[in-house]
């Protein structure tokens, strides 16, 4: 599809994704932000959009599925890992970007302003607490007593949480040592911590390089969910929001490209963050995130994990995540 009829087609959806929202949730939604009119092509060319990205994930996505020809200007921050990006999306300090399933509920329970717009679902294989080669550590029921290393707020933290539990243990039982990933690597190699609840690439790269095992993944516990997360002002500034639904449609575009060419997602991911091909080559073989609809399903799965949380005292309240749900970008993605 040329361009100009792409964007008369979002133009389009774009009107009726306000009316169709609530029946794509099954929900009325008081919380739901204004839906603006979308913008001409004209004024879509004037429109900068500010995204958040991780190293490797969104931008190199997109990259390698020839899909960043936008037709407006692209502002690109990176950042260690979700939760210091959700605080730059409800500052306006960026319109939207992509986190995993844990970040949200951190960011909804302090009141951000910000609304979950898209899901993506992948294997939860990578959400995995590893240990070192020669450590005595078999199973996640010898915990007991460790230190874990972990980045605050992530799916790995949520995923931590998750796996204790199964155990019959709590946060209470174990040291939780809360590390950024570039700090969590050197401790873990060092001996510092005994165990490192992590996500790829980190999972591949530490495996490869120092024969890290797992003593606990994602199966039977993680939801395996990521989401993009838009500000609110964003939502409802006319022009911004026209972007970002084409941006989201770009996204899932080059999600389903990535998962049937992973040769060239990896050498991709490699050329982005400078990682060794054997590491990316077994992210990707793992297999990409994939787009899902923002369903009850999803938000029934994410509403557990908060609770969850509650339950541990690692959020100080409970909260409704259906509140910060939005699906007025529904119909455009699921004609993806």
Known sequence: MRRRDFLAALALSTTSAGLLSACASGRDDPAQAPVPAPVDAGRLTQVTLRVGDQKGNSRSLLRSAGLDDFPYAVQWATFPSGPPLLEAVSADAIDLGGVGNTPPLFAAAAGAKMKIIAASKGNVASDALVVLPNSPLQGRDQLRGRKIAVAKGSSAHGQILLTLRAAG?????????????????????????????????????????????????GQGTANGLSFQVAGTAALADAGRNTAIADYLVRLAKAQRFADGNREQRAQAWSADTGLRIE????????GPDLPVPLDDAVIRSEQELADAFVAAKEIPRRFEFAEFADNRFAPQLAAV
């Open 169 to 217: 243990l709590t946060v209470d039982d174990v040291e939780l040592v809360f590390l950024q990933p570039s700090d969590a690597l050197g401790a873990f190699k060092q001996g510092s911590v005994d165990a490192w609840a992590i996500w790829d690439p980190y999972f591949s790269q530490i495996q490869l390089e120092s024969g890290a095992r797992v003593i606990a993944d």
């Open 279 to 286: 590491v990316t080559r077994r992210a990707t073989g793992l």
